[in-house]
Nanobody, 127 residues
Framework: RVQVVESGGGLVQAGGSLRLSCTTS????????MAWFRQAPGKEREGVSC???????YYAHSMEGRATVSRDNDKNTLYLQMASLKPEDTAMYYC?????????????????????WGQGTQVTVSS
């Protein structure tokens, strides 16, 4: 059974930093493209960042320059380091294993049900 578990969310002041983590089990982590998404109340889930099995990274415009995605294939863990956080970054952050992809397809930011999803970790940025 595949499990995806996010951690590291919390309350932070505007301008602050957070590092999110995502661990997986039940799948060959190193063979998957991995992505971070977020969903704010009343809004659709949106892609934040994607990383291929080999470490090539992609970012949504909203987070470019403020986020760094990385992975440790030996630990089956994905990370998202976020800095210069803004109140509009407040959302539930989700980790996803892109089923069928070792890379980041052009559609990586689509929040498809085909992905393996975690339950999310809440990030709240106060002004």
């Amino acid at each position: 059974r595949v499990q995806v578990v996010e951690s590291g969310g919390g309350l932070v002041q505007a301008g602050g930093s957070l590092r999110l983590s995502c661990t997986t089990s039940g799948l060959s982590f190193a063979a998957y493209g991995m992505a971070w998404f977020r969903q704010a109340p009343g809004k659709e889930r949106e892609g934040v960042s994607c990383i291929t099995w080999s470490g090539v990274t992609y970012y949504a415009h909203s987070m470019e320059g403020r986020a760094t995605v990385s992975r440790d294939n030996d630990k089956n863990t994905l990370y998202l380091q976020m800095a210069s956080l803004k109140p509009e970054d407040t959302a539930m952050y989700y980790c996803a294993a892109l089923r069928g992809y070792a890379g980041c397809p052009s559609s990586w930011s689509d929040a498809t049900d085909d992905n393996y999803w975690g339950q999310g970790t809440q990030v709240t940025v106060s002004s």
